[in-house]
């Protein structure tokens, strides 16, 4: 558990108790690197950098480095929003067709006017999905998992009926505008990545330094103590997911800008890449531990990991495997972490 996280949790029960770290020199140094949940991503993107850079010729090209880290941006911004919704125990299993639908909405708006009320109308529809799944979770109390798993079935399908199965290209410059930014040389800085780092130090200074940021990791450690503490436990899970269904919208922008088209089948996967490299970035699955600097880590590391198995040849059967097996080392590094923090 992180200092932030720690606090949050003693300052629910106690806003006078100091807490006082014991020295470095009395911890383990394997259990502190373990505990330490941002350590092992890290880690393992810095050993996935060094395995292709010496294993391909062109990994560590400033043209392939660019790539990635636009190649990252859509599945960032939605871990942004994923990331909060675990924080507090939660979990969704619609942010990709959430953003697929904002998409649809914008670019078929947009191809038939004014892009300035298509990219708005895309954007309320991404927040009110993403409420709805709030409204139904912490309101009506319905399991996170199931929930989500019905609204992804919903928004999928309407998706599709909305845009009765058709692609619309995107030519407005507004819709597109995230694709681009300044080059320097083979370097490519896209706006879109701009816009996912500032998002991820927003959020980041959201949870860290608001009391709103407290309430979160306390209700993801105990929605129970923290409902005895005086928390709003429902409208604080309600703004979870809400304000999650900005980050879908803004990932829905990104998306339009990397592919210049809107597709109802597009981004099959993203629901499930955003929820791996939030658990690979080591934020826990059962809530109140975890961070964004880690969900970017984590966002780094699948989208690094699948370049870097393309650009080796490898099937892209191989390379689902490889980044399942990711996941499973994750969750158990999660639960080990757990087991001793409890003893």
Known sequence: ??????????????????????????????????????????????????????????????????????????IG?????????????????????????????????????????????GFVVCVVAASINGLVIARFRLPP????????????????????SQSFPVTSDLLSVLGSGPEFGAVAVTYGTMLWVALTLALGYALNETAWGVRVYAIGNSPVAARLNGVNVTGVVFSAYALAGIFYAFAAWQALGRTPIADPSGYQLASLDSITAVVIGGTSLFGGRGGVAGTLIGTLIVVALKNGLTQAGIDSLYQQIATGALVMLAVGADQYRGRGQRA
Do not use: K
């Open 77 to 121: 911004t939605l871990a942004l929003g994923q990331t909060l919704i675990i924080l507090v125990s939660g979990i969704d299993l619609a942010s990709g067709a959430i953003m697929v639908l904002g998409t649809v909405v914008a670019g078929s708006l947009a191809a038939q006017g004014n892009a300035v009320p298509a990219m708005a109308l």
């Open 145 to 164: 998992f199931i929930a989500t798993l019905g609204m992804f079935t919903i928004i999928a399908a309407a998706a599709r009926l909305y845009s009765q």
């Open 1 to 74: 558990m992180g200092t932030r996280e720690l606090l949050g949790r003693l300052r629910m029960q106690d806003p006078e108790l100091t807490v006082t770290t014991p020295p470095a020199s009395l911890q383990r140094p394997t259990q502190n690197l373990l505990t330490t949940p941002i350590m092992g991503p890290l880690l393992a993107l810095v050993v996935i950098v060094v395995v292709f850079s010496l294993t391909t010729s062109t990994f560590m090209n400033a043209g392939n480095m660019s790539l990635i880290a636009r190649q990252s941006v859509v």
